[in-house]
Structure formats: structure tokens, C-alpha cells
């Protein structure tokens, strides 16, 4: 630019200008050009900031003052301004370079800086930096300073110096422990493991809060190198070795819980905590037996290897693998297993398959005499676990002879003994009989155990009496020849066999030990005879009669029954012992004649009933006696009678409908059992039933004829029976009756039963009734007719829909010259209906003046009415002639401006035809108001009655 052409800047910012320059001395500008500063050039700006202290993990202000460093040129607000510049200069912007490596910038008010911020944000001090807890001393970040137009004034370094901190441990590995239940875990860094840059592993320590104690969660830390129970803590260092293990030993039906786990520094002044979860599974555990059978040698101890029992479950690949513990749950009779604990065998009834595995365990064959076969049911679980019997296997166990033995077989033959009934008898040696084959004088004893004793008798042994029961007494074969058998004479059963089981095996214990004993032969049934004596009938079933009252019931043999061992059910006969007056026993089949003997197969074929007779008292009780022909007993059944109840179904109940009109039926209805429904609970005693009028009705009878008579009479009492057949009828006592309804109460009443208030209702359709309620007087001009309406004879019908063309007005006189006539035909006529009076066919005529020449009482005519029931009295309707030429005054109507003013007769007077045929018609309405009535509508005509009752105003416009 030339000394006096300035330019002009183009847009924003600087060094950037357009110029005119028709007179400059340097080359021609014809476009915007940015001349670049030299390199060499000074900067635009100057920062001076101090090194950032942070301390590890926390946020510092960012302290900086920045000024302008070339002559002529200030930074104020944020902008710079000088030469060649805007007046209002250009904003200077913070773009970050290089971004902090352990930290973040972040501008107060809008979180992390990832672009560009202003300058004014640092220098009011809203610029942080905020260091993400790492372990590092130092941090730095690179900024430039630019304009708008992107032009870097100045390329800046924040320091930033991080002071340590010694803070918690933390957890980096947090993974489920998933474990055999009753098992224990290897815990590795895999597992669970923890960080600290300011500790050793020694130094990170791990609490677990709530597994400490053994009610909290069924397990517990331990440590290898710790002694006695659950530590309180242990370290990194530890699980890195592999000295921590989780143990789950207490026994929960859950399937997982869950641990508060704490890690800290050695003194726990720093920690945080984690979650840590634990799964149970149930482990399977399997068994194999060598060959399929423990192989034993006899009398000798079998020490047991891998090749007998091995183990194994679905969790071996756990680490530390479990432990699987072996206990027997049956033992086995030949011997029992025993335990090397301290150089000696020790017999036990649990032991590990590692023990197993050491040859620490073995079988102790003890039995004497020769068994070669035996069993034992053992029981696994996980060594520690308290869910014992996960899995039970039962084993089976040979036992090896070093020698060939001799078989014996033993035969039994049992001889019956008799007892009489009730009675004693004792055993000898020859009930029970053993025979060994081959025989030899080597062979031991045998020994019989009871298996089942009679339950009708009692075995007691030697001269002691000591009671023998089932399977609690080992005898020899001496001991058996003391027995001594009682029958207890039972009265429910009488068997004449007995019989005592019985089970043979040899004694183990004076066997020779190179015989095999026979096989225990058991099943063995001893029978007793016994020997029946002479008794009484015995009574099975004797219980309660149950019958309504009046009714039979037959009686089966659940509820009398009698049984005797020495006499069929056709010799037991039964003998009343009262008089059947009240209820009797029958025999079918007749049911109504009384019996006083029957035999109890007639009871079992279902041939005896028993009969209450209806009306006598409830029966309670009947005494008989019982015989088999030599021996009898006397015994009393009970009778439980039930009354007869009476049952009205209000639900059929229907009312009683009868008429006072012509026709049939004609005053009088049936009275059937659709009025009264009732019934008895035994329905063969409906005939039975008497019913009686307890309250009579007020405007009828009740009228019943018998079989022979076709008369009717009143009724008292009634049975059911004639209302079920129609002899019975309700009788109005008078046929003029108005009533609409009648009521009458019954009692029913069958054998000793009684249902009072008993209530049929009675519809009454009375004749109906016709009344004249107003008669008016009929005004008729001279020469001319009026027609009639119900207006003016006004009649009143009941009921009230009677059709009005049942219903005659009959004319008895009528005073000339007028006459009545029919509208349509113009017919003379002395008779017309009330259809005709309502519907206006019904003319009045008046002949001319000069021929009016009325009676005393004035023109009329006289009539009654008539509905062929009922005729009313003679009523008159008068005619008023009049002429049809009117006289009419007016005077003149005073009305204040504005003001409202009712029309009287006193302004408008007329005379000449009835007052009531006036109507007043405005042909000119007036000019400076308005007619209208009482409510202020217009009046285009009124009537001579409105105008009487101030009807009608005149209202001024104003």
C-alpha cells in the first residue's frame, strides 16, 4: 500500500486486503492476497504460565496471563487489536495439539475439551486439567494460539507436575467361583486378583466380610500356610502361590449365595470392595468294583487297593480334586472293614478313596462256619460335605476258601398239634423235625425264629412264661419243645385252623467251620387245629331303622345280622317281642300284614320290611329275641322315624282367576292343584292329605261335591285328591261384586304333620261399571245444529279400556222442536253409542225462532246410559237458543306513554249470543302500540272469556 491509499481488509481478519492503487509505486494488487510472516519473524503473543501440581487423581485450575508481543498491538477480552486490523481487532482461539496422556482438559460448565475453546474461558481461569489417577509423575499438553482465519500467533506447553497418592488396591479380577457342593476350590489370580502400583502382593490383603463366619455363608476362606480354622485375611502373594482355598462345608439348599469381598494395604487404610459369586452344583458320583464283586480271603484281612474301588465324579478336573468319602450304610455279616491309623487295623465304618489308594483300608473276614457270599450297601459323598448319601451302591462280597467244604442240606417236617377253643395245648419235640443229609455227628445245631404268630392266640415259652413274638425270639430246638400255645376265643371269628410261620437256619456259632450249612429255610407254616365248641348266635350288625313316618323300609342285612359257626342263617330265627301297634315287621310278599317271626336268610334275601303306620306315634325302639334252636339272647333295634314333611312349590302356585260376566264359567273357577302345589316328601302319602279353610274368604266360598252327588256344598275340609280330580270350585257370593281380589288361608295336615298359613290368592274380574260424571248445557242459534261432544256428556267406564261401542245412551225424552240426529246421514235418532258421541256423529238441531216454543223447564232432552251389566240414572242436557245478532259498545281506552293497560268489558261491551261463541277478530291493528296478551305476544284475535279474565293489554310504543 502506498503512503496515501490505505486498504481496505476484505473481510475479518488480517493481513488480508483489497487496495487501490492507481498511483502506488509497488506492483498492482488486483485480488486479496496473506502475505506469511518470515519465519524469523517475532511472535504475535507471549504466554507465561507456571508448572501444574495435581495430585494423582484430582483436578487443578489451569493458571496462565498472555499479552501481545509485537509494537502496537494489545490483547484485551480476548482479542487482538493493531494495524492493519479491524477496529474491533480478531479473536484469538486455544486449539489443543497435543492432548495430556494420563489426563484430560475440561472446561468448567462443559466437560471435556476435545476441540477448540477461547481464550477468555483460560484467562478467567474455567480451563482444568484432570488426571486419571495413574501412576505417573508428570503430564504435559501442547496448544496453539489462532485466529479466526486459523493463523497460529503463538505455539504453547502446559506442565503439568502429578504429586503421588497412596490410594486403595483394586479388584481386576472378579470371576464366579463355580465348585461341587461340599467340595473345596483352589483360588488362582484367574479367579481372584487385585492391583495396587504403591503395594506389593504381600501387601495387597483380601477380607471377606460376611464369610468369616459360618452362619453367614455356607463356606470359608483357607490358607495352607495357616493353622487352625478360617483366617481372618489373607494376601495376593497367597493366591499368586496357591496357598488359598474355598472350602463349602456348611449345607444350604441354595444353589448359589454371594460373598462381600474387601481389598486393602497392609493396614487397610485404603480398600474397596467387590461382589463375589459363588455356584454349588451337585456332583455325580460314580463307583467301580474290580470283576464286579469284592473278592475277600476267608477268615483273613483283605487289604483293599484301586483295584477294587475306584472312584470317580464330574468335577475331577477341579482343582484341588474332591474328595469322595465312602461309608457303609449296611454292613455286611461276614466282617467289616477296618482302618490302618497308627500300625494296627481299627475297625471303621467310613473311609476316603485315597485311603483306599495308600492301602490304609481293608476287610476283616470274622464270620465263623462256611458262607462263601455276602453284601454290603455303601454310601458316597464329597469328603467334607454334609449331604451324605448322594449316591448308595450295594457291593457284592465273595469269600475265598483255601479249602473244598462240605455241603449239608437239612430237611423240615412239621406234625400239627390240636387245641380246643378257648382251650391250652403244649408242643413237643416232634411239631419240629430237622433231618440233615448227609448225616454226620459233626453237625451243628439249628434254630428257629418266629416269623408270624395267630393273632387268636398267645405263645409262651418254657416255665418263665415269657410271651414269643414275631420275629424278637431265636429258639433252639430244645426251647421249641417248651412252647406252650393259649387260644384266646375270639367272638368276631371262629377258625378251626391256626397258623404259626416259621423260619429254620442253622446256628452259627456251634457250626463246624469246614461244613456249609444249609440255606435258611423259611415260609414254614405250622397249622393248629382247633377244636370248635357249641355257642350263642353272635351279633355282626344290629343297627339303627331308619323310615319315615307312615312308610316302609326294607331292612338288608348291614343293619341286622347274626352269625353262628354251628347253625345256618335259615335255623337263626327272630322273635318280636312287642305288640304291632305302633310299627311292624313284614314279609314280603305281603307288606301289610304284621309278622312276629322270620329267620335271618330271609333278612340276607331281602324278604323283611319294616312298616310304620302313618298318624300313630314315632316309634323308638323294638325288643326280639334271637335263637339257633338251643340258645337264645334277647336284644332291642332302634327306630329312628322320620315325620312326614309337607312341601308347597310357591314357584307353581298360581292364582285363582274368576269372573262376574255373562258366559262360562259364569261367578265361579275351579280350584286346582295348580293354586295349591302341595305335596307330601313321600308322594304315596299325598292321598293322604286333608286340607282345611283356616281363614275363610270375604267374597266367595269354597264348594266341593262328592263321588255320587253332582251338587256342590261348602268345604270345611278337603282332600288333595279332589283338587287333583276337580271337585272343588271358588263361588262368588254376589256377582254385582266390584272387588278385584280375594284371599284364603289353608292348613295342611297328613299323619302327625301339620303346615298352617297356607295362602291362595283369587284374581276377581268384577262386572263393569259405567257412571255419568258432568252433563253441560249446549248453546244452539236458532235454525241452525251443534254437534255433540265428550265434552259435553262426560261418561266414566270401569274398567277403564271397556269399548266405548259397548256402551248406549238411550233418549227417554226430548223437547221439540229439537231433535238428534246422525252427522254423516242426518237421520233422526232416539239411541247412539259412546263411539259415536267420541268420534262426532252425533248432531243437536234447533228448528227456526218462530217455532221455538219451549216447556216450563226450557229446551232439553233426557237420557240415561247403559253397558248391558249396569244402567245409570236419567240425566237431562238443556239447550240454550240464541239469536246471532250482537249489539256492541266501546268507550274509549286512557294509556300513559310508554305504559302497559289490560283490556276490559268496561271498554268493549257485547250483546246478543252466548258469551262463551264470541271471538273478537283485529282487522286494523293500531298505529303507535299493540294488542298482546298477559306474556307480551301479538293479539291477532282473543275471545269474549279472555277479555272477561284480563287476558288482553293494549301497550303504548312510546
Known sequence: PSSRHTCAPTSSGILRYACACADCSETSLTSPTTPAPPATSPQWLVARSTALRVSEGSPAAVQMTVTAARTGYQLTAGRLTGPFLPPSGTEVSIVVTTPPQNG???????GRVSGSLTLTSVLDGLLSYVHDGSETLSDRAVVNFVTAEQLVLLNATIQVVVEPVDDAPRFSNVQPLSMARGSRLLITSDLLSATDDDSEPEDIVFRADNAMASDAVPGHFKVRTSSGGAPTHFSQADIDRGHVLFIQSIPTPRHEFFMNLTVGNALLTQSSSARIRVVLNNATISLRVGSGRLRVEFNQTTVLTA???STSTTFDDQKPRPKVRLFVITPPRLGHF?????????????FTAGQIENGRVAFVHTARGIEMNDSVRLGLA???SAYVQNTTFDVPITVHLPFEPVQVSASVALQAPEVTEGGTTLFTKDTVQVRYNPESKRNGNMQITVEKVPKDGRLFVGSTGRVLKAGLKLLSMADFATIRYVHLDPQDTRATSHVLQLCVTPNRDTWPWDLLAPVASCGHRLHINVRLTNRQPQKINLNRIFVNEGSSVLVPSEVLLFEDWESPPGQLTFTVLQQPSVAFFYKLPTTSLPVLNFTQEDVNEGRVGFQHVLGQPLATSLSFKISDGSLSTQHAILIETRPVSIYLNSTGQRALAVSAL?????????????QLPVSASNPEHNEHIRLTVSKSPR???IECRDDQDNEYSDAAELRLADLQEGRCRYRLLSLSTRKTSDTLRMAARVGRTVRDNIRMNVTIQPRPDVS????????IATGSSVVLTTSDITVKTAPADFPSSQVSFIVRKIVPPTELRLTASGLSISRFSLHELSTGAVTY?????????????GLFFDFFVTNEYRNTTVHRLHAAPYSDRMLLTTSTLDVTEGVSVNVTTSHVLVDGPPQHSITFLVTSPPQHGQLQSRSGSALSQFTLQQLQSGEVQFKHDD
Not at 772 to 779: A, K, N
Not at 845 to 857: M, Q, Y
Open 104 to 110: 484430560h482438559l475440561e472446561l468448567v460448565g462443559s
Open 307 to 309: 483295584a477294587n474301588f
Open 338 to 350: 477296618a482302618f490302618n491309623g497308627s500300625k494296627q487295623w481299627v475297625r471303621t465304618l467310613n
Open 382 to 384: 464329597i469328603h467334607g
Open 662 to 674: 255373562h258366559g262360562t264359567p259364569f261367578g265361579s273357577a275351579p280350584v286346582s292343584a295348580a
Open 699 to 701: 267374597h266367595g266360598v
Open 772 to 779: 255419568v260424571t258432568s252433563v253441560s248445557t249446549v248453546y
Open 845 to 857: 238441531a234447533l228448528g227456526a225462532a218462530e217455532s221455538v216454543r219451549p216447556d216450563g223447564d
